[in-house]
């Protein structure tokens, strides 16, 4: 059956992640002259993918092995200790620690892949010329989960399986933080002296970019559940677009997160709509 797949399936989830999302899409059939009720179904079954991870793996759970970490240990004495220290504490050239609450706080309930591009092309500061090979890189990170105290495993952490090792906190996964770059989907819902408002929003998500949404993306946005959440939105005017005509779309949303007492907001980078209600 496998073969018999429409190839635009493919594209958007491969292998077994499209078999094990498809799984979890309850009364989702594929036949060949079915393709309009496959593209549903799949789309469906993609909106099931934001909340539900193809790997339920966390760092947890033992995420490399005690010999990596020891090369990665060596590889953080050459090319990291010089700023962060022989013992991560950080403090030279305003390198900040890697082993306190303060960093897990910055880089938790994301998988692994955000904190190695991190390493392999942000560090060390001061040119591409001195980067961190991948393979020292992946190694690093791994000497970094040992020294907060993550447990070993019996496999280690490799490029491939970055993405579907999620970082979480020891007591587990949290709300994301004040300042984190999110994505959400809601209702665009105008406010008073021309705010607007993202109502029945989504729990918001870590999102590796700002820019404006893909058409795959824009399937999965069109397919979720409304939320409970509401986010007043700022910064709105500096959006390319002026959002009244989105006024009542269902739109997803990118931008930083902004923890309040009185009301949690985003401060807008993109937004798109995704389907011209908000009923799902």
Wanted: charged residues 20%; glycine residues 6%.
């Amino acid at each position: 059956m496998e073969k018999r797949h429409p190839k635009h399936a493919r594209k958007t989830v491969s292998g077994a992640g499209l078999s094990l999302i498809l799984a979890v899409a309850p009364g989702c059939k594929i036949r060949d002259q079915m393709r309009r009720e496959f593209n549903t179904c799949l789309f469906t079954a993609l909106a099931l993918a934001v909340s539900v991870p193809l790997s339920a793996k966390t760092v947890l759970e033992g995420a490399y092995t005690e010999l990596q970490a020891a090369r990665g240990q060596a590889a953080y004495s050459d090319h990291c200790a010089r700023c962060h220290a022989d013992n991560m504490n950080g403090g030279f050239n305003r390198a900040p620690s890697l082993i306190t609450s303060e960093f897990m706080e910055h880089w938790r309930d994301d998988n692994l892949e955000a904190l190695f591009i991190q390493i392999s092309q942000r560090m060390p500061p001061g040119g591409a010329r001195n980067r961190i090979p991948e393979s020292d890189s992946v190694d690093i990170l791994t000497a970094i989960l040992q020294a907060n105290d993550y447990p070993a495993g019996k496999e280690e952490l490799t490029l491939e399986s970055l993405k579907n090792v999620q970082l979480i906190g020891k007591d587990g996964p949290k709300p994301l933080p004040t300042n984190a770059l999110v994505a959400a989907t809601g209702c665009l819902s105008a406010g008073p002296n021309d705010s607007w408002t993202l109502t029945s929003a989504s729990e918001p998500v870590r999102t590796k970019t700002a820019d404006g949404a893909s058409p795959e993306e824009i399937a999965v946005a069109a397919a979720q559940r409304p939320g409970t959440q509401v986010f007043r939105l700022t910064n709105t005017d500096t959006l390319d677009r002026d959002p009244a005509p989105d006024k009542g779309h269902k739109v997803l949303v990118r931008g930083a997160l902004v923890r309040q007492a009185a009301a949690n907001r985003i401060s807008v980078v993109s937004l798109t709509s995704v389907a011209p209600g908000c009923t799902p």
